[in-house]
């Protein structure tokens, strides 16, 4: 069931969406155990990192047949890992968090957080960016399917920001709020 992937963080509008994504109601995937790794991973990077880091899937979601697989990432950025006037082809920029963008094939999440399990957070805000990508999708690049994507990615970056103990959830709504921004 897609609500048991990835501990559990997935919302049920993340599940659905994920389930719509991926095409499928059934997954082969052991979602526990990457909720804590992924957020000790971000605490470590931020104590020992200089710039952007890439941790290992905290959360593989796929079908128990075929090849179509949904892996999320958290690592550190740096601001010019963002963006900005850039739009990549196959994204588009929405505004949540300090910044998204989404497609059919991936997604990004950027957000701030302030929290006493990152030292010096309080003076200069750990940057999260959290990533989701498919590993192959044959999904057109359309409004619902692109919400779809982020959908799944903010439900899960809410989780790792609130067992961070993020003040104010890192900027982000108990629901995401899609504000798509002109390209």
Do not use: W
């Not at 999708?137 to 439900?155: G, Q």
């Amino acid at each position: 069931m897609a609500e048991q992937q990835c501990d559990g963080t997935l919302s049920p509008e993340a599940a659905r969406a994920l389930e719509t994504v991926l095409e499928t109601k059934r997954f082969s995937h052991d979602p526990r155990g990457g909720l804590e790794r992924g957020a000790n991973e971000l605490v470590r990077d931020h104590e020992t990192a200089t710039g952007l880091t890439l941790n290992p899937p905290m959360c593989r979601a796929q079908p128990p047949t075929g090849m179509a697989r949904v892996d999320i990432r958290f690592g550190l950025y740096v601001e010019d890992d963002l963006f900005g006037d850039v739009h990549p082809r196959g994204l588009h920029p929405y505004g949540m968090g300090v910044e998204a963008q989404a497609g059919p094939k991936k997604a990004y999440l950027f957000v701030r957080c302030v929290s006493p399990r990152l030292k010096g957070s309080d003076t200069r805000p750990a940057r999260i960016r959290g990533t989701l990508v498919f590993n192959r999708s044959e999904l057109p690049d359309t409004v619902p399917v692109r919400e779809a994507t982020l959908t799944v990615l903010h439900s899960v970056t809410l989780a790792v920001v609130r067992k961070l103990d993020c003040e104010d959830n890192a900027g982000l709504d108990e629901k995401p709020v899609f504000r798509a921004l002109p390209e």
